[in-house]
């Protein structure tokens, strides 16, 4: 079976992307399937139509930790003071991290008094399950002798722009804090300003480390700043945090802007091969087995693009790629005016481009060898990829040699030696929900967690597949319980599948990397679709009448331009 046959429509390399479940019970496929294609082309990310359901989740989020010291959710401040450390050690919501990870879900007995004084928090066998957006507003504010749990306040952050815009969040979490900790008060006591400064700072370092895109937002920033000049004045050494805290956001913020316009410009330069076809005989032009003959480098060089894409993407990116109107908002959903989603869907085109330039180099020689022996060279190259834990290269290749303008060249494919090709297509199957692909993830993932080098801790999950679990989670699971509340037990599987991205973006590529190899896989021209399908049609022709009267419109219209 091709694994092309049972691609979605909503990419145009088509990446098929399985079923996730909501909570225990698995979704059926053949379902899950029908209502995806009823979704919109354009990423088919914006569709709602929320159902309730029975199951619940637990909050087994579970980050591992990567070779090098990077911001988590586990929210640790950077170079932080021995004195801070003892602060945070005081906290009473602070048993290990992976000791909170229990079967029983988010203990309610860690926070009993808490909890049960601020109310509008429920429980089931322990774990929080529902509350009032207000209550669980409040359950993020710290107090002298309360630090909210870490698993809680990554949850709560990724989820909550759902229900308020992240600017009205930080403006709420900050007049509580200083109501309630009297820091408008002229003579603010110093004993107490020193129990609860430690704690703020560690929030809002958490939220600056694990969600810095929120604070592009002018009003967010303003908010930060007030709240960090009450604190910063009263303690010098709580100044010099303040000034590592914001140099740090700076910092993120800057590089994702430089980011940004590279991407301009890399776009501005991609040309269809079509225009390059005018001005170069293609005698002189290039391809990719000139560029770089080892399939094995060609293999690292598109896995230092796919870690560097996957590395901008913001895990509030998940959830704003869903956001909708909320039915107790009277005026408008959360980010109706803008969704803050560029990052993902520069990852998703560049999966596109990929696929598209793999069809092309390969539809490009006039001579069927040639082609077999690009053909040949590319399944090399996915192999690789598996190798090296890439999945999503593996995936973006497999689908461009299954494209139809290349699969329909079948004098072609009978020169190449398909045993390897098979294999892969196995792998990446997509009956069964993608079982055979979960199953090399799994591997791959445990691979990372006991890894000796740093190429054993990569794992580039097939994107589009991840994208569409969180989709579905989203799609099956009510946001709100019909009491009003807000459902936190779905909150708690997306962030379980979004803090396990968040371990595989922080791998940094052990490569060498290769700027030729780089720029051509990044700026070369490639065919568009039509263009396919005449390179296809003139490597080998038509094989019945529907295609020759394709393949004379195509040359009528498209040869015309050049």
């Not at 000034?243 to 991407?263: A, C, D, F, G």
């Not at 030696?417 to 979960?438: C, V």
């Not at 740093?454 to 569409?468: A, D, G, H, M, Y």
Request: glycine share 4%; charged share 25%.
């Amino acid at each position: 079976m091709r694994v092309s046959a049972a691609l979605p429509r909503g990419f145009d390399a088509g990446a098929r992307r399985g079923d996730c479940r909501c909570a225990l019970h698995c979704l059926q496929v053949q379902q899950e399937q029908l209502e995806w294609d009823r979704m919109p082309a354009s990423l088919r990310l914006h569709c709602r139509h929320s159902k309730p359901v029975k199951s619940r989740s637990q909050p087994h989020i579970g980050l591992k930790q990567t070779s090098k010291h990077r911001p988590s959710i586990f929210g640790t401040l950077t170079h932080e003071k021995p004195s801070l450390d003892h602060k945070r050690e005081s906290m009473p919501q602070t048993p290990a991290f992976a000791a909170m990870l229990s079967t029983s879900g988010y203990n309610r007995n860690l926070y009993q008094t808490k909890e049960d004084s601020y109310g509008g928090l429920y429980y089931h066998d322990n774990s929080l399950v529902s509350g009032s957006l207000e209550a669980l507003i409040q359950h993020l504010v710290p107090s002298v002798d309360y630090y909210p749990d870490r698993t809680y306040i990554f949850t709560f952050l990724l989820s909550s722009r759902l229900f308020i815009h992240p600017s009205e969040l930080m403006a709420k979490v900050c007049q509580l804090c200083v109501e309630q900790q009297r820091l408008n008060e002229p003579g603010t006591d110093k004993g107490r300003l020193r129990k609860i400064a430690p704690k703020i700072l560690q929030l809002l370092t958490e939220w600056t480390e694990t969600f810095p895109y929120d604070f592009r937002d002018e009003k967010m920033m303003q908010s930060l700043k007030e709240l960090m000049h009450k604190i910063a004045s009263g303690d010098e050494i709580y100044r010099k945090t303040v000034q590592q805290m914001t140099q740090s956001l700076i910092r993120k913020l800057t590089t994702l802007s430089q980011y940004e316009e590279v991407l301009v410009k890399i776009n501005a330069t991609v040309t269809d091969r079509l225009t390059v076809l005018k001005t170069k005989p293609q005698s002189i032009q290039r391809d990719i087995v000139t560029i770089c003959n080892d399939p094995y480098t060609l293999a690292q060089q598109l896995t230092h693009i796919e870690l560097e894409r996957l590395s901008y993407i913001g895990p509030e990116e998940f959830v704003q790629a869903f956001v909708h109107k909320d039915p107790l908002d009277n005026d408008k959903s959360c980010f109706s005016d803008h969704k803050k989603t560029s990052n993902l869907e520069a990852y998703v085109a560049w999966f596109n481009r990929l696929s598209y330039l793999v069809a092309t180099e390969i539809c490009m020689p006039v001579k069927k060898k040639h082609r077999a022996r690009v053909i040949e060279y590319f399944i090399d190259v996915a192999r690789e990829c598996f190798n090296i834990g890439n999945f999503n290269s593996l995936m973006a290749i497999i689908s461009g040699m299954n494209m139809s303008p290349v699969s329909r060249l079948k004098k072609t494919w009978a020169k190449v030696k398909t045993a390897k090709f098979d294999i892969l297509e196995h792998q990446m199957d997509p009956s069964s929900n993608f079982y055979n692909y979960r199953t090399a993830l799994r591997g791959a993932t445990q691979r990372s967690l006991t890894a000796h080098s740093s190429r054993e801790k990569i794992v580039i999950p097939f994107f589009s597949l991840l994208i569409k679990d969180i989709y579905f989670l989203n799609e099956r699971c009510a946001n709100r319980l019909p009491t009003g509340h807000v459902n936190f037990e779905k909150f708690w599987e997306l962030a379980k599948q979004v803090s396990e991205f968040m371990t595989w973006k922080q791998v940094e590529c052990p490569f060498e990397k290769d700027s030729k190899i780089l720029q051509y896989l990044l700026t070369a021209p490639v065919f568009s679709e039509d263009a396919l399908y005449l390179a296809s049609y003139e490597s080998e022709g038509p094989e019945n009448h529907i295609e020759k009267d394709r393949w004379k419109s195509l040359r009528s219209s498209l040869l015309s331009r050049i």
